[in-house]
């Protein structure tokens, strides 16, 4: 295990470009870029993003959910031509800047009356997805979010048994705010983790960085350890969670030492 930030966490503070500059010139290890909009899809976004990553490790890439993975998922046909037209768009651009890795959310659970997946039908879907990823050399990972498809445990687990090739990725803000033990979404997708997100949390409950906070993270780590996982641990939260920026990178150093010292 490493740690990492995702640019996500300088997200209206820096642009992606300039936010890998800066974790480079903070001596951050590894990160996830987190593309917001159509014009950063593109392989000459791409491009630049690789001419300003320096020495950090691209981990993996996020897209903006809500502009294009629901429709993956849809019945009409056009629009569902012009989501995968997107996302191969996306996976060549991530191809290209050296992302190996797909932070997915899917399906939205927006709706009150939202009805239980029917897996099989899901799980060929996922399967469609994760073979237009791999074309590009990146792997399809689900999250689990609490607005999203993967919204409680024992979803990924389900989901798996129609899509092999899925890895999963393990959010402990978003575990929080399913009211789920995050030890059971641990347990869902033990073996299949590929990354995770963190933060921490304090005495009121808000959101900051690992380390100003009150979560055990030398528990968290033991489990995803016994899960099987040896990958990024990112750090990501809000622009607002922090203030200067040599905190992300003392985030990282406190994760570092838990890590070496469970070894």
Not at 2 to 16: D, I, K, P
Not at 47 to 76: D, I, K, M, W, Y
Not at 108 to 117: A, E, F, G, I, Q
């Amino acid at each position: 295990m490493y740690s990492g930030v995702s640019t996500a966490s300088l997200f209206l503070r820096e642009y992606n470009e300039d936010a890998l500059a800066l974790l480079d010139g903070l001596g951050v290890r590894s990160t996830e870029i987190f593309l917001t909009t159509f014009s950063e899809y593109t392989e000459e976004f791409a491009r630049l993003l690789l001419s300003r990553r320096g020495n950090v490790e691209v981990n993996s890439v996020h897209l903006l959910n809500t502009q294009f993975e629901p429709q993956l998922f849809g019945a009409h046909p056009r629009a569902r031509e012009d989501a995968f037209r997107i996302l191969d768009g996306a996976m060549a651009s991530a191809h290209i800047f050296g992302a190996k890795n797909y932070t997915f959310h899917g399906i939205t659970r927006l709706k009150k009356n939202s009805v239980p997946p029917d897996f099989a039908k899901t799980g060929k879907s996922f399967c469609e997805i994760a073979e237009h990823c791999a074309a590009h050399g990146v792997r399809l990972c689900l999250e689990n979010v609490h607005w999203a498809y993967y919204n409680q445990p024992g979803i990924f687990k389900k989901t798996k048994e129609f899509c092999p090739a899925l890895a999963g990725v393990f959010d402990v803000k978003q575990a929080r705010l399913s009211c789920y033990p995050y030890q059971m979404y641990i347990k869902d997708m033990e073996g299949c983790i590929s990354h995770v997100h963190l933060s921490d949390v304090d005495e009121r409950g808000r959101i900051c960085l690992p380390g100003k906070g009150v979560f055990d993270f030398e528990e968290c780590f033991r489990r995803l350890k016994d899960a099987g996982f040896d990958g990024a641990a990112l750090i990501e939260v809000y622009a607002g969670d922090y203030g200067a920026y040599e905190e992300l990178k003392a985030s990282c150093d406190f994760l570092d030492e838990i890590i070496y010292k469970i070894g």
